[in-house]
């Protein structure tokens, strides 16, 4: 079963950050936190994980609070393309259970 | 990290039939599973597709409905069996490699009719 809460859904203007957060409060010291997203129709395309620090890559930013408890995606500069559910999921790369993730749309 | 192929993308087909979706990947990967995702609804893990050996099942599907083969270590099949509207969804397959994560195929969209 999924581990996670996010909000159901998110707006953010184009070219500002969205910051996508997502509560973990039951991760286990062994599990990463992975963010998808799934544009529609497509099928869900890997962002960025981490297991206890903060991560970056060209995508996105993953910040994980000290306790491990939560964390928040950044998107730096957000682009209409951007528009998509997002899902953070916690694991340890074996079966992947999906929440309900976090609808994004990037507003002109 | 690895593509894959699924096909086909789409079908309609008639209640009481089944059809075979297959999934290939361009590299040997670790594990390979199938996912559901019925409309407007979040993915669903069906099964754990183990390579010659049966396939692992979460709770609520069962393999005489959703019969799954994976012969080697870059291919399998979802099999959805005597199909009614309510299986109308996207079934997605997914492959891990161990250091690169999952990655998912583009779903197939199958309609019951």
């Known amino acids: 079963d999924a581990k996670t809460t996010q909000p159901p859904s998110m707006d953010c203007a184009e070219g500002r950050a969205a910051n996508l957060p997502c509560n973990h409060s039951?991760?286990?010291?062994?599990?990463?936190v992975y963010w998808y997203r799934q544009i529609h129709s497509q099928g869900p395309q890997y962002i960025i994980h981490?297991?206890?620090n903060n991560e970056t890559n060209e995508m996105a930013s993953l910040i994980i609070t000290e306790d491990r408890k939560s964390s928040t995606l950044i998107l730096p500069h957000a682009t209409l393309r951007d528009t998509a559910v997002y899902y953070c999921?916690?694991?340890?790369?074996?079966?992947?259970?999906f929440g309900t993730g976090t609808s994004l749309t990037v507003i002109p | 990290s690895a593509v894959i192929s699924q096909k086909p993308s789409r079908d309609i087909c008639q209640r009481g039939t089944s059809l075979t979706i297959q999934c290939q990947v361009d590299?040997?990967?670790?594990?390979m599973f199938w996912y559901r995702q019925q409309p407007g609804q979040s993915l669903t893990l069906i099964a754990t597709?183990?390579?010659?050996?049966?396939?692992?099942?979460e709770s609520g599907f069962v393999i005489d409905k959703f019969p799954i083969s994976r012969p080697n270590l870059t291919f399998s099949t979802l099999t959805v069996s005597n199909m009614s509207p309510e299986d109308s969804s996207i079934y997605l397959c997914?492959?891990?490699?161990?250091?690169?994560?999952?990655?998912f195929g583009s779903g197939t969209r199958l309609t019951v009719v």
């Open positions: 997914s492959a891990v490699t161990l250091g690169e994560g999952y990655t």
């Open positions: 039951t991760i286990s010291g062994n599990e990463y």
């Open positions: 981490g297991l206890k």
């Open positions: 999921i916690v694991g340890t790369g074996n079966q992947f259970y």
């Open positions: 590299s040997q990967v670790t594990m």
């Open positions: 597709a183990n390579q010659g050996s049966e396939a692992t099942y």
